[in-house]
């Protein structure tokens, strides 16, 4: 059986690495890798709650509020009253964002993309299910 103290670890570096690499590209864009979460969230969901997108990543709705105010103002977010409940208040994506979010996606396979060409496209393919069934697992956990 593989190490998991190993496997937790290397999962972990390999996603900082990523956001290392990644962190040049944000903030070209005038956005924060916190920023980016909420963006991508946002972008991902549609209409959201701000309530309900607090919970889903895990931060409190103050902290949230913070950085929803700087993404409206920047023109990348857009907020509105819940019609279905007055106290609610809904975010979707702004003018901006769909733009911007593809511009970041681009740069991100752009600059991550020879770290993963070392790899040959059989263990690349293999990694890809491994990772979905990983994933899955954590879903499956969730929902307990």
Same mark, same amino acid.
């Given at each position: 059986?593989?190490?998991?103290?190993?496997?937790?670890?290397?999962?972990?570096?390999?996603?900082?690495?990523?956001?290392?690499? =990644?962190?040049?590209?944000?903030?070209?864009?005038?956005?924060? /890798?916190?920023?980016?979460?909420?963006?991508?969230?946002?972008?991902?969901?549609?209409?959201?709650? /701000?309530?309900?997108?607090?919970?889903?990543?895990?931060?409190?709705?103050?902290?949230?509020?913070?950085?929803?105010?700087?993404?409206?103002?920047?023109?990348?977010?857009?907020?509105?009253?819940?019609?279905?409940?007055?106290?609610?208040?809904? =975010?979707?994506?702004?003018?901006? =964002?769909?733009?911007?979010?593809?511009?970041?996606?681009?740069?991100?396979?752009?600059?991550? &993309?020879?770290?993963?060409?070392? =790899?040959?496209?059989?263990? %690349?393919?293999?990694?890809?299910?491994?990772?979905?069934? %990983?994933?899955?697992?954590? &879903?499956?956990?969730?929902?307990?």
């Amino acid at each position: 059986m593989a190490d998991i103290g190993r496997l937790l670890e290397l999962v972990e570096l390999v996603g900082r690495r990523m956001r290392r690499q =990644l962190q040049p590209v944000v903030e070209a864009e005038g956005i924060s /890798v916190p920023e980016l979460f909420v963006l991508r969230k946002v972008y991902g969901l549609g209409k959201c709650r /701000v309530t309900e997108l607090a919970e889903d990543i895990g931060i409190v709705p103050s902290t949230l509020t913070g950085i929803t105010e700087r993404l409206v103002t920047k023109g990348f977010l857009r907020r509105e009253a819940d019609p279905e409940d007055r106290r609610a208040i809904l =975010l979707e994506a702004g003018e901006k =964002l769909p733009e911007v979010m593809e511009r970041i996606r681009r740069a991100r396979e752009d600059r991550l &993309e020879g770290a993963f060409k070392l =790899l040959p496209p059989k263990e %690349l393919d293999r990694l890809v299910v491994d990772l979905e069934q %990983l994933l899955h697992g954590f &879903e499956q956990e969730d929902e307990r």
